[in-house]
């Protein structure tokens, strides 16, 4: 089946990163919301990757957050982590840094480099699923498969709970 624009580019992310092997998905079934992509994929919420953006208050930069859909992240906490003050931006800033719409945010195939930040919760599963660029696609991977397709860092446990 053909992808949608927004899911190919997902798709040619994984094979210029060597992980052709994964395969977008798209459903007939919504994957807005880790809920209904649970519900979709058939797993629980806490195998469903959350890919969140956040901004560095004094650096301005973006931050790429890669989170159980059973958990939130611990703002304070991460704050002191990163050493500085983080702000939730908006959609329009979401769509700018990443590339893509909210609810269909993927971990990888960005518009510029994001730093990302593993929930070492995600490792305890054998499967995970991760948004593939729209609100209708998906990919599952492997928690290792995750770490090296993103290059993300794990965070300490409590950051995101
Ligand atoms: N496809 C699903 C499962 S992978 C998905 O993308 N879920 S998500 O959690 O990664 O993306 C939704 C997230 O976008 C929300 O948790 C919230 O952090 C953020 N969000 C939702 N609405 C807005 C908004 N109006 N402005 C900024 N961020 C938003």
Known sequence: MKLSPSAQR????????????LRVQELAASTRTAQEAADAVGCTVGQIVK??????ASSGRPYLL???GAHRVNLH??????GEKLEKPNAEYVRQVTGFAIGGVPPVGHVQPLEALID???LQYERIYAAAGTPFALFG??????????GGRILQPGLAE
């Not at 906490?77 to 990163?82: F, H, S, Y």
């Open 120 to 122: 070492p919760d995600l």
């Open 51 to 56: 890919s969140l953006i956040f901004r560095g």
């Open 10 to 21: 997902v798709q040619d992310a994984l094979q210029e990163r060597g992980f052709a092997h």
């Open 66 to 68: 890669l989170v159980s």
């Open 141 to 150: 991977l492997s928690p290792d498969e995750l770490i090296g397709l993103t």
């Open 77 to 82: 906490g991460l704050e002191a982590e990163l």
